[in-house]
């Protein structure tokens, strides 16, 4: 029986010398080692085999077994070695990479963080709200009349349930509010939806930061203070910031601002860049009914307010003509702001 497992072994290893491939290897390995293999087959002779016989051929079989084995893995190495050079071969490997871009932030989301920043100087902290509102959260409470034209069907979309998509983000001034008492120093920012027509500078959604600020003794001083801070931060020490007396239902008084800036390729103009006002007391008041209680109080509180559009901040920043680059999702025009 030792002679006959030499003999596997020696064929075996012979075997899997000549084995040209994985296949041819896998089969090597079936016809020694698999269940019907030989040296399997010779296993099995072991128990016709003398007491003092059993130990010395168990112990040959495992050492052959274990050779076998040891050939079998050794030789699909080199198989898979050659595989593998065969298949980058006429490769030359050693070749530099393309240049990888790995990508850069959105211009909008690039002037929404430099916004947050210069706000957080002045004491604001984040603070945000739904997109999908209530008709409360979005004209009652901000003292708009039942028959102002923004709640209109023409320009506000409405879900069947009476809700609606936020036409401004002055809706989180008074989830604020409702959940926190004064003294209240937030900004804003998201998304706000209109059914405007798309044109150059109008998006069905788009972006905008609010700010609010209530305390025992806000005045438009700090109001004109804070934005004036804000527009030179943003745009340069020596943009000058004016404030043109305007209407708003939840500021009295209200105000727009403009900016003194110099786009790219054009004379310094004035640019609208925000609205912004003193919180009307009508809205204290709702406030206060919505809260059941008077920490709101008109005679107790003072505030002001602002809203500014962040993808006319961008537009501004950059000089881009045309809202639509911010949301086309071209490369060539995105890989700009890297
Ligand atoms: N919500 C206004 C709009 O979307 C912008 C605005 C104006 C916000 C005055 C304010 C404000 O907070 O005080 O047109």
């Given amino acids: ?140 409470a901000l003292n708009t009349p039942a028959e102002h034209p923004a709640r209109n069907e023409k320009d506000t979309f409405y879900f069947d349930s009476g809700k609606l998509l936020r036409t401004h983000t002055s809706t989180v001034q008074v989830r604020t509010m409702e959940n926190q008492a004064p003294p209240v120093r937030v900004i804003a920012p998201g998304s706000c939806y209109r059914r405007d027509e798309v044109d150059k500078t109008h998006l069905p959604a788009f972006n905008q930061l609010e700010g609010l600020y209530v305390d025992s003794d806000v005045q438009v001083g700090d109001l004109k203070g804070a934005l004036e801070f804000f527009y030179r931060a943003m745009f340069g020490e020596e943009t000058k910031v004016r404030f043109r007396p305007h209407f708003f239902p939840f500021t009295e008084p209200s105000f727009e601002i403009d900016a003194l800036l110099k786009l790219k390729g054009e004379e310094p103009k004035w640019i609208e860049v925000a609205g912004c006002g003193m919180v009307d007391p009508a809205v204290f008041d709702e406030i206060c009914k919505a809260r059941g209680d008077d920490f709101y109080d008109p005679d107790k509180v003072t505030g002001y307010a602002f809203g500014m559009g962040l993808d006319r901040l961008a537009m501004i920043q950059w000089g881009i003509k045309d809202i639509r680059l911010l949301i086309e999702n071209d490369a060539r025009f995105l890989s700009q702001f890297a």
């Fill in 1 to 140: 029986m030792k002679e006959e497992i030499a003999n596997i072994q020696t064929e075996a290893l012979s075997a899997i010398a000549a084995a040209a491939g994985e296949q041819e290897l896998e089969e090597v390995r079936i016809a020694f080692l698999g269940k019907k293999g030989r040296l399997t087959v010779a296993s099995a002779g072991m128990k016709d085999l003398s007491k003092d016989d059993k130990p010395v051929i168990g112990q040959l079989l495992n050492t052959t077994r274990y050779a076998i084995t040891e050939a079998l893995d050794t030789k699909g190495g080199i198989l898979q070695d050659d595989a593998d050079a065969a298949s980058v071969e006429g490769i030359d490997l050693s070749l530099p990479a393309l240049p990888l871009h790995p990508g850069n932030l959105h211009p909008l989301t690039l002037v929404k963080d430099r916004a947050i920043t210069i706000l957080r100087q002045l004491g604001f902290s984040l603070a945000e709200g739904p997109e999908i509102e209530t008709e409360f959260h979005c004209f009652d």
